[in-house]
């Protein structure tokens, strides 16, 4: 129970039912300054019903409740304010932390059944954006807060590997490609030939008349054509998967669109027998004019199959091999219309999971106020950035002169983490402008500055050879730890929250929040004076310690004890 549920029983019980406990707790607000408490009730609510002036409701109600959960009632004018007892709360949050450490915070909504997360999902022989950098952070996130949930997450990578892109980049290879200059830089090259082909297409329309058939004899198996699409993708998989063990994700599945290859005539059959396609100028379409919506485009007059062909048939083959209770895409708001007209087809389809299905979209990053373009040079060089925000961190640390034996991890840790932690607080339909330097710096609202308040709560417990078992006492009533306990207690539904909105960034600015009140708390409390509230001053350290690193965890940045 938290406070607010505590104060909904007490005034429920002095109100004899004349409200219902849900009409209670929508009244109830958190007064801005402490001296107002930590609940507020509005009485003018109940001047109507009851037939009396507020101020006066507020008195004979606050003269009703009896309840040791409170250190005092106070009614200013129409409101009752409720100061919590600090004693009773405080030993229960710490007690609750002690006992159930990285578990606080733990729900069991989820019954073990199965989330699938397509996150990350880049495009073989491009470079990774950094859109795609944010759907594997915010894909990641997510999986850890709905894990905390008790669901089991499934990370699929869904490659872009397939399409008719693939016939540009095959006619191209054929043309003017070298094998050892793709096999040294794999990517630039394959963009190179890429950007050329589509460039030279719109002055001679024949290549892109080749590049169809390239593509179609690749959907219909073709060897040799198979074999080099093949290993473009190996390529391309090996310069992923650097930045993916750099940034410390991994995937369940990196089965991308060329899985479904063999798995759309299917589909496609499902849509005929339902009545559900049309044809429109040599095309098949399913219509959406009922949801609003363009037509979706299942195939072309040549036959070729489209991305929502493709992303239907994963969408059909992922129900039936994790049975999911929600299947949820992590995709740049850019896409929105072709995940609407995905689910709009399910739904067509007749099938009630499309109800499960959902886009969780996020915004752009810019460049010194600037969008992102490959062909125009404006781009984020991801791998190289990250191991520059690994060396400024270094620099920081040996700044510090600290003795650490794994600096260099430790610097990692705080480099990189710093971007993601970057991008995970910023709200996820906001985009955010890039910049490597307010990244990394251990002031202001970043990673490395919730890291360092962590590693200071370590150093102090350090310091006082704290353990775990050595405690006896809990209960704090000073106002400095009050600000703190209220957001420990918070933390669960915190968590709750951020798993309802597909939102991470509730936890990251949960975790700035927690670490300025703990300074605040530093600053002003002599925490290792010898006298009878020591120990529960430092379970406190110990349960923000606890909770900061869990939070960070959750969101995929690790919390070095030392730095
Ligand atoms: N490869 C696509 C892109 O880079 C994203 C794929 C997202 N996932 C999906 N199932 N459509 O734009």
Not at 180 to 209: F, G, Q, S, W
């Given at each position: 129970m938290n406070e607010k549920d505590l104060v909904t029983r007490a005034l429920a019980t002095a109100l004899n039912g004349q409200l219902a406990l849900e009409e209670i707790k929508n009244l109830l607000e958190?007064?801005?300054?402490?001296?107002?408490?930590?609940?507020?009730?509005?009485?003018?609510?109940?001047?109507?019903?009851?037939?009396?002036?507020?101020?006066?409701?507020?008195?004979?109600?606050?003269?009703?409740?009896?309840?040791?959960?409170?250190?005092?009632?106070?009614?200013?004018?129409?409101?009752?304010?409720?100061?919590?007892?600090?004693?009773?709360?405080?030993?229960?949050?710490?007690?609750?932390?002690?006992?159930?450490?990285?578990?606080?915070?733990?729900?069991?909504?989820?019954?073990?059944?199965?989330?699938?997360?397509?996150?990350?999902?880049?495009?073989?022989?491009?470079?990774?954006?950094?859109?795609?950098?944010?759907?594997?952070?915010?894909?990641?996130?997510?999986?850890?807060?709905?894990?905390?949930?008790?669901?089991?997450?499934?990370?699929?990578n869904h490659l872009g590997d397939w399409g008719k892109q693939f016939g540009m980049l095959i006619t191209a290879y054929k043309k003017w490609?070298?094998?050892?200059?793709?096999?040294?830089?794999?990517?630039?090259?394959?963009?190179?030939?890429?950007?050329?082909?589509?460039?030279?297409?719109?002055?001679?329309?024949?290549?892109?008349?080749?590049?169809?058939e390239w593509f179609l004899k690749l959907e219909r198996g073709d060897q040799e054509t198979y074999k080099l699409w093949q290993w473009f993708r190996d390529e391309s998989l090996i310069e992923f998967n650097r930045l993916y063990k750099q940034l410390d994700v991994s995937f369940d599945s990196i089965n991308g669109e060329a899985f479904y290859n063999d798995k759309m005539a299917e589909v496609v059959d499902i849509l005929e027998s339902k009545g559900l396609l049309k044809v429109s100028k040599g095309a098949t379409i399913v219509d959406l004019e009922k949801y609003d919506l363009n037509p979706a485009l299942i195939k072309k007059a040549d036959g070729a199959t489209l991305y929502i062909t493709r992303d239907l048939a994963a969408a059909l083959f992922r129900k039936r091999k994790y049975d999911f209770a929600k299947c949820v895409y992590v995709v740049g708001q850019e896409q929105a219309s072709?995940?609407?007209?995905?689910?709009?087809?399910?739904?067509?389809?007749?099938?009630?999971?499309?109800?499960?299905?959902?886009?969780?979209?996020?915004?752009?990053?810019?460049?010194?106020?600037?969008?992102?373009?490959?062909?125009?040079?404006?781009?984020?060089?991801?791998?190289?950035?990250?191991?520059?925000?690994?060396?400024?961190?270094?620099?920081q640390i040996d700044e510090k002169k600290t003795n650490l034996s794994n600096k260099e991890q430790v610097a990692h840790a705080v480099g990189t983490g710093a971007v993601k932690f970057f991008d995970l607080k910023t709200d996820r339909m906001n985009g955010y402008d890039f910049n490597l330097e307010a990244m990394v710096s251990f002031e202001g609202e970043t990673g490395p500055y919730v890291q360092y308040t962590h590693a200071r709560s370590m150093s102090i417990l350090r310091k006082a050879d704290f353990k775990v078992e050595s405690l006896a006492t809990y209960a704090l009533k000073d106002a400095e730890s009050w600000e703190i306990i209220k957001l420990l207690q918070a933390f669960p539904q915190i968590v709750q929250r951020s798993a309802d909105r597909f939102e991470p960034s509730i936890i990251a600015k949960y975790t700035l929040q927690l670490s300025q009140s703990f300074n605040k708390y530093y600053a002003h409390v002599r925490i290792l004076d010898e006298n009878e509230e020591k120990s529960a001053r430092l379970t406190l350290v110990y349960a923000v310690a606890t909770v900061l690193k869990e939070a960070l965890r959750i969101l995929g940045v690790d919390a070095p004890d030392e730095m």
């Open positions: 958190n007064p801005k300054s402490a001296v107002h408490g930590d609940v507020a009730f509005p009485a003018f609510f109940l001047a109507k019903i009851l037939r009396k002036a507020p101020n006066i409701i507020a008195s004979e109600l606050a003269a009703k409740i009896t309840a040791d959960d409170f250190e005092k009632i106070e009614v200013v004018g129409p409101y009752i304010n409720f100061f919590m007892n600090k004693k009773k709360v405080s030993a229960k949050v710490l007690q609750q932390i002690l006992s159930q450490g990285t578990h606080f915070g733990d729900f069991n909504e989820g019954d073990g059944r199965n989330i699938v997360i397509d996150m990350s999902s880049p495009n073989i022989a491009k470079p990774f954006s950094i859109g795609h950098l944010r759907s594997t952070v915010i894909g990641d996130a997510l999986a850890n807060i709905f894990a905390k949930l008790d669901y089991n997450p499934v990370r699929i490609g070298k094998k050892e200059a793709v096999k040294a830089h794999p990517i630039d090259e394959l963009l190179k030939l890429y950007v050329r082909i589509n460039a030279e297409a719109k002055v001679n329309p024949t290549l892109d008349e080749e590049a169809r072709h995940f609407k007209q995905l689910k709009a087809v399910l739904k067509e389809m007749g099938y009630s999971w499309a109800d499960d299905v959902y886009h969780v979209p996020f915004g752009l990053v810019t460049k010194d106020g600037k969008k992102l373009s490959t062909r125009k040079g404006n781009v984020i060089l991801l791998e190289a950035t990250l191991h520059e925000a690994d060396k400024r961190a270094l620099k």
